[in-house]
């Protein structure tokens, strides 16, 4: 167990339509990274924050955004959902802001229909 | 649990063989590298990581080499068991002082009896 909580585990859902996952980081952890993971593209990395800030980001649809609050936590929002939005989604924490190791949960499994 | 039905290379080694994963990455400028390990179902596992500035470490049966000239990363698993059996992704993190792992394509290890 990483200690990093992703809900809901499984989502299905039909195109056009928005969700939510939403990511607990581990106890402590100020950055929470989000990845999503499909068949033909491996882990893809999409957003990182840190203690609340945008800190980096990577191919993220402009259909996507995500936040994390004062509590840490991070919800990713997915919007207009498209067939090809189906994949797993993972978020990760990590107690740092430059380099290191990063907890990843188990992952959110999105299936658009 | 579900695999994530990637296509990757297949790597199958005997029980109690030694294995080596391979890895090419892509930037030159990234600082530092880390190994995970996907079991069907799960989300990624923290294996073993090196920095920039060493081109060997070891852990427990794992040893990671790095070689910056080639750019290429290595994972080397003694003694292979067969809970060893999973994905093994490299990531290389693009430096910058940021956390911004990106992901290998991912090299599945069959292990058989």
């Known amino acids: 167990d990483s200690g990093v909580t992703q809900t809901p585990k499984h989502l299905i859902t039909a195109t056009g339509q928005r969700v939510t996952l939403r990511c607990s980081p581990r106890s402590g952890d100020l950055s929470v990274y989000w990845y999503q993971q499909s068949l033909d593209q491996g882990l893809q990395f999409l957003i990182q924050?840190?203690?609340?800030?945008?800190?980096a980001k990577g191919n993220i649809l402009e259909r996507f955004s995500a936040q994390q609050f004062p509590d840490l936590h991070s919800e990713l929002n997915l919007s207009s959902l498209e067939l090809g939005d189906s994949a797993l989604y993972f978020c990760a924490s990590s107690g740092l802001a430059g380099p290191g190791e990063l907890f990843f949960g188990e992952g959110s499994r999105l299936t658009v229909l | 649990g579900e695999s994530v039905g990637l296509h990757l290379p297949t790597l199958s080694v005997q029980e109690g063989d030694n294995s080596i994963i391979n890895c090419a990455y892509s930037n030159s400028a990234s600082d530092y590298f880390i190994w995970y390990k996907q079991e069907s179902g799960k989300g990624p596992q923290f294996i073993i990581d090196i920095r920039s500035n060493m081109d060997k470490r070891q852990g427990q049966r794992v040893t990671v080499l790095l070689n910056k000239t080639v750019k290429h990363l290595s994972l080397q698993i003694a003694a292979t068991q067969p809970g060893d059996s999973a994905v093994y992704f490299c990531a290389e993190n693009f430096g910058g002082g940021y956390n911004k792992l990106i992901f290998g394509a991912g090299t599945r290890l069959a292990v058989h009896p």
């Open positions: 924050y840190y203690n609340g800030e945008e800190r």
